[in-house]
């Protein structure tokens, strides 16, 4: 059974702070990973994908990624109250249909 | 925005009624899934289609559902009896060449009564 686990939260940061999401899989056949923002009642819009080992950034961005460790992250710097949202992480094997965690809920605080 | 337009966004029902979701995604596109989520809970896979035939389907995807492409452009998902557990969003997702720009829909959120 592929699972992706994260703390539902909510994590609850002061505006202009970093905010640190975090995730773990279980399928280690998984190859890529993504990071999606969800605000209420809405679709999931992708933010962030990565494949390899490593920091990936975008803008305010970091997906940072542990194979040996089955580990994805995704830090948000300069946090503003319009980043306020649940983050899902989805890791993705060879099926390319992704597993889904429940998602972080984050909520930015002026 | 997301490229790939649902409709409706929102269908109340009745228990018991069938419902047909619709997705017109940008074409090119080659695989294309529906995902359901239940308030509160994860994104959950229905089913894959690729070249207008069902690759794959999960557990959920039960012989009350089915999808199709009608015209060669919007995808449907139909529910032939709802019952009130199917309550949810219903998403649509995209996945044309890239693995990168695995997108979803706008959503169709599904209230059976």
């Known amino acids: 059974q592929k699972e992706v686990e994260q703390n539902s939260g909510p994590l609850s940061v002061p505006e202009g702070a970093i905010a640190s999401l975090n995730c773990t899989y279980s399928d280690r056949g998984s190859q890529s990973f993504f990071w999606y923002r969800q605000y209420s009642g809405k679709s999931p819009e992708l933010i962030m994908f990565i494949y390899s080992n490593g920091d990936k950034e975008d803008g305010r961005f970091t997906a940072q990624l542990n194979k040996a460790s089955q580990y994805v992250s995704l830090l948000i710097r300069d946090s503003q109250p319009s980043d306020s949202a649940t983050y899902l992480c989805?890791?993705?094997?060879?099926?390319?249909?992704?597993?889904f965690g429940r998602g972080t809920s984050l909520i930015v605080h002026p | 925005e997301p490229e790939v337009t649902q409709t409706p966004s929102h269908q109340v029902t009745q228990m018991g009624q069938e419902v047909i979701l619709r997705c017109v995604p940008i074409s090119n596109h080659l695989y294309f899934y529906w995902y359901r989520q239940i308030l509160g809970q994860k994104v959950e896979f229905l089913v894959s289609?690729?070249?207008?035939?069902?690759?794959?389907k999960s557990e959920i995807f039960d012989d009350q559902f089915s999808v199709e492409r009608p015209d060669g452009s919007n995808f449907t998902l139909k529910i032939r009896s709802t019952k009130l557990e199917d309550s949810a969003m219903y998403f649509c997702a995209r996945f044309p060449r890239q693995v990168r720009d695995y997108t979803f829909g706008s959503g169709t959120r599904l209230t059976v009564v």
């Open positions: 989805a890791a993705l094997g060879g099926s390319y249909i992704p597993t």
């Open positions: 289609f690729y070249n207008n035939e069902i690759s794959e």
